[in-house]
Nanobody, 119 residues
Framework: VQLVESGGGLVQAGGSLRLSCAAS????????MGWDRQAPGKERESVAT???????NYADSVQGRFIISTDNAKKTVYLQMNNLQYEDTAVYYC??????????????WGQGTQVTVTQ
């Protein structure tokens, strides 16, 4: 199972970006998809998750500004980031928990995409 991320970049504070993460491979079911991030000198933290029922969870720091969504047909998860702040600067990693066609569980990670917010 492979994940390919896109959509990172440089944006001014108050601006928006949309991250995408497409999964490919022998996937029979996607259970949870989400995004983590890691800022320089800080630990990786969970940003947002969405499960197969569409239930979402957000970090307090992004609640009301970020929106996670999926296109199950495309096996893609998105992160719409609005009103970006300097503190959102980080490398963003997507992940997927699911089952392969052989009914084995897996968690796969994307390669990471840099988001830089300037003040």
């Amino acid at each position: 199972v492979q994940l390919v991320e896109s959509g990172g970049g440089l944006v001014q504070a108050g601006g928006s970006l949309r991250l995408s993460c497409a999964a490919s491979g022998r996937i029979s079911r996607l259970n949870v998809m989400g995004w983590d991030r890691q800022a320089p000198g800080k630990e990786r933290e969970s940003v947002a998750t969405i499960d197969r029922d569409g239930i979402t969870n957000y970090a307090d720091s992004v609640q009301g500004r970020f929106i996670i969504s999926t296109d199950n047909a495309k096996k893609t998860v998105y992160l719409q980031m609005n009103n970006l702040q300097y503190e959102d600067t980080a490398v963003y990693y997507c992940f997927v928990d699911g089952l392969t066609e052989w009914s084995t569980g897996f968690r796969s990670w994307g390669q990471g995409t840099q988001v830089t917010v300037t003040q």
